[in-house]
């Protein structure tokens, strides 16, 4: 009952605490304690090597009823059956289980603020109400005076009846492969698949104050309506990689080395998750119901609605590669490749995009006719151009028609459709650069120059539309930019006295940014 304006109750409350001292950080908290066990083994032979751990870590928190859990275990083999094939294998597993108590009051804000003349517990050994938390203000003439329940607040009760549960396993297995087909051709091959799947079980218990908080409608003005509920989440992921390539690695007449590589990549992810919230939850037969309509019913309804659901991923992705490297005996070397990538979050018409890059590397110190003197050590000339492609602007399903619920019409719930981004494609950047190194004085002083030129065109990025659509933007490729700059750096090490090395760099760079095209202007 409430004590404004009753003196003589306040007093007599008052004297009642007089030799009440509650420590709430030690009812509260606790030591932690971790424990860990591991144990390892491995061995082999001339043509099989394996290895294999094993791990358990065990840790009390220091919230009470605070626990977690792990489980782990790793394994790997190498085989070599022939001088020209080599096979690993490997897999990587674990679980972890975690139990956590839950309040809508931080226990460490709590026992840090709360009054040690509130009792813990009654005479009678059940949860005593705190009298002060939620209501010191309203006693002191500040803000109104809150909804509580009968049996009102007390952390302990919150800290055993409710709780969160998570358990997580994971894992990734893997398989390597290196084949010698011809010497000097390679075969180098990857497959892997990773998963996880993690459950959390959220229970909030009928008699405590997070449940009286947390009631459909208008039950959370009542002080009879008592029910509690348990969320729950499930998600599942998984992912792979795929890739092979060829390799070719061979000098000819001594002066000129060839290097070859050609291979693909398939890479693909997926995941689901699914979530509840039932109200009215039993612990021991795990029945639910909800509870009766209370205020108005669209309202009602519309809190229903958002208690159960779905959504899910998926994606692909495809690379194709190659690239040439030529050596002509340590002065030139020429680069060129190229890649083609696909992706599923584009639509099918522009789902692969093509990158090619060449470069050119002339270390022109090292030529016969390059004078040998005291002064330039190495000189270096490089050119390089170059493709890539970005798709970090979009999502999953920018390019497809999208269906969601849950959307409301002046406040009646109904279906949203998206408007698929048409003509998306991969953003693409283009950059040219030109260098010069120099090395001098016996390597006591270098400079090194360089000048790029790159540009980015068809920007993805959110393109804002008329709000009549029912959304406000659209993803787009929209515009264009550059960027031009150069880059000077001056070092050396001026001073060597014993084991005393002074360094010195010096450096000066421009860069100048612009947006060339924006939308559709």
Known sequence: ASMKGDKAAQDKYIESLRNVDTNWYNLLFRNSFSQGHHLSLSGGSGKSTYYVALGLNDEDGMLIHNDYRRYNVNAKMTLTPTDWARIDVGMEAARQESKMPYSTVDPFYYAFFSNPYERAYNADGSYA???????????NGRGAEQVMPKNGFNIIRELDSNYSKTANTNG????????????????????????????????IDKYSYSAFRDRLGSDDRSQTNLYGNISQNRTNRNSYVARGHFSFNKTFAETHTVNLLAGAELRGSGSNTIFTKRYNYDPKTGTTSLPQISGPQDEWLSEVEKLNGEYFSKTRYASFYASADYYLGKSIVLNASFRTDGSSRFPQESRFGFFPAASLAWIISNE??????????????????????????????????????????????????????????????????????????????????DYFHATTDDLLYQKPVIVTSGYTTLTSNIGSISNDGFELTVGGTPLKIGDFHLYLDANISYNKNKLTKLLDG
């Not at 109400?129 to 010191?136: P, S």
């Open 172 to 203: 990734t297995f893997r398989a390597q492969t290196d084949f010698r087909i011809i010497e000097p051709l390679h075969f180098v091959g990857l497959v892997s698949y990773s998963y996880s799947n993690n459950s959390t079980d959220k229970v």
């Open 368 to 449: 016969k006719f390059f004078p040998k003197n005291d002064v330039v050590d190495e000189l270096r000339f490089r050119v390089s151009a170059g493709q890539t492609g970005s798709m970090d602007g979009i999502s999953n399903w920018a390019a497809m028609d999208l269906v969601s619920a849950g959307s409301s019409y002046n406040g009646v719930s109904g279906l949203a459709f998206s408007t698929p981004a048409q003509g998306l494609k991969w953003e693409v950047s283009t950059k040219y650069n030109f260098g010069v190194n120099t090395e001098l004085f016996k390597g006591r002083m270098h400079v090194d120059f």
């Open 129 to 139: 109400a705190d009298n002060t938390w939620f209501t010191l203000g309203y006693y």
